[in-house]
């Protein structure tokens, strides 16, 4: 008896416009993967018995997750909205900002807002979705933020916010 999963919620549709440029190009790459693919699969079911032909049973399956992430990726490409332009009110958060944070122990992290698809932790890029990104949309400067994760409540007071990567101390992607 197959278990219910209830549908995800659906993720927002913003993107950066490097981050859509990745996107386009994995879609391209892909599409001469499956072809690569294709070729193995032929091969191997051209070898005769199908039902114990472990290379024609593996490629098979790879072919079914290419052919699973072409469609994802087409579908998404689809919907995505491109930001590539600063918002009109750069003391706000929104998407695509560079937002530094203290913690209570005086600690300082810098996040950047983006798109579910193209978030990096070991960039520093958060979904604008997760739960960080929620608590500081729509903030503005020293407004103090609590985020409720696994390990419990923490505080944050949000202490600068830029929107071009490319200013001091901001990390280039």
């Known amino acids: 008896m197959p ?11 913003y993107i950066t416009k490097p981050g859509h440029d ?10 001469v993967t499956r072809r690569e693919v294709t070729a ?5 079911a051209a070898e005769g018995d199908r039902s114990e032909n472990a290379e024609y049973i593996y490629r098979k399956k790879q072919l079914r997750e290419i052919d699973r ?22 003391q706000q958060i929104f998407f695509g900002a560079w937002v530094e944070l203290e913690d209570e122990a005086g600690e300082t ?5 983006v798109g579910p698809d193209e978030f ?5 890029w958060i979904s604008m979705d997760s739960p960080v990104g ?34 001091p101390g901001m990390p280039v992607e």
């Open 3 to 13: 278990r219910y999963r209830p549908p995800q919620p659906k993720s927002s549709a």
């Open 22 to 31: 990745r996107l386009s190009q994995e879609l391209k790459d892909i599409w």
């Open 40 to 44: 193995a699969l032929s091969a191997a």
């Open 69 to 90: 992430r072409i469609r994802y990726l087409q579908k998404r490409l689809d919907e995505l909205i491109v930001v590539d332009q600063p918002p009109a009110n750069l």
């Open 109 to 113: 992290v810098t996040y950047r807002i």
């Open 120 to 124: 990096d932790v070991e960039k520093g």
């Open 134 to 167: 929620r608590a500081l949309m729509g903030k503005h400067l020293d407004d103090e933020v609590t985020v409720e994760r696994p390990a419990g409540l923490i505080g944050y007071v949000i202490i600068d916010i830029r929107y071009m990567e490319n200013q």
